[in-house]
């Protein structure tokens, strides 16, 4: 069984511009939720989805975006990026029901310059 | 200007000596529980987990203790071997969902 894909692995981008993370979830997997891993603040949530709708939210700014397809697969979007987004972003795959084990992917290192 | 990181409680054993490494976790309405293990340039690998109504779990050379009261959770790495070095998280689970909330996460050494 296929863990959890995430694309691409690493990622330049400068700052203003904006970027796409893509997440293929385990299959039958139905919720992908998303964290910024940082040395400064650790692993923190972004966003989950579930059946293509948000259904938790962490404490970022609205540049950040995400959103789900009905394959289960996810994007995330930043927007007009900073240098402070230059993080490992990673992807975590559920079942479905809350409380479900979670599993991540290799993640996308992002450097903004 | 000089970014300042987390500082990691690091712990260091000798190869087959137990370790255990302790989280304090913060809501008292997180009643799911995983440890991961990550090493350099990988994402966090599934350990162990527990859920509220249980107070210890173990698997293969692993345990977990969970005690409400105090809002603690250990993990117990039986026979330590230089592969276990790694940073290890604890993260907790605040239904409704799936989203985690990690702890700063322990540097663990081997010495072999």
């Known amino acids: 069984k296929a863990g959890v894909t995430q694309t691409p692995r690493y990622l330049i981008k400068t700052r203003g511009q904006q970027v796409t993370l893509s997440c293929s979830p385990i299959?039958?997997?139905?919720?992908v939720s998303w964290y910024q891993q940082t040395p400064g603040q650790g692993l923190q949530f972004l966003f989950e989805y579930f059946s293509e709708t948000q259904r938790n939210k962490g404490n970022f700014p609205g540049r950040f975006s995400g959103r789900q397809f009905s394959n289960s697969r996810s994007e995330m979007n930043v927007s007009t990026l900073e240098l402070g987004d230059s993080a490992l972003y990673l992807c975590a795959s559920s079942l479905g029901q809350g409380g479900a084990e979670a599993f991540f992917g290799q993640g996308t290192r992002l450097t903004v310059v | 200007g000089e970014s300042v990181g987390l500082h990691l409680p690091t712990l260091s054993v000798q190869e087959g000596d137990n370790s255990i490494i302790n989280c304090a976790y913060s809501?008292?309405?997180?009643?799911?529980f995983i440890w991961y293990k990550q090493e350099s340039g990988k994402g966090p690998q599934f350990i162990i987990d527990?859920?509220?109504?249980?107070d210890k779990r173990q698997g293969q050379r692993v345990t977990v203790l969970l005690n409400k009261t105090v809002k603690h959770l250990s993990l117990q790495i039986a026979a330590t071997q230089p592969g276990d070095s790694a940073v290890y998280f604890c993260?907790?689970?605040?239904?409704?969902?799936?989203?985690?909330?990690f702890g700063t996460g322990t540097s663990l050494t081997v010495i072999p």
């Open positions: 527990i859920r509220s109504n249980m």
């Open positions: 809501n008292s309405a997180s009643d799911y």
């Open positions: 993260a907790e689970n605040i239904p409704p969902g799936n989203q985690f909330y």
């Open positions: 299959s039958g997997h139905r919720s």
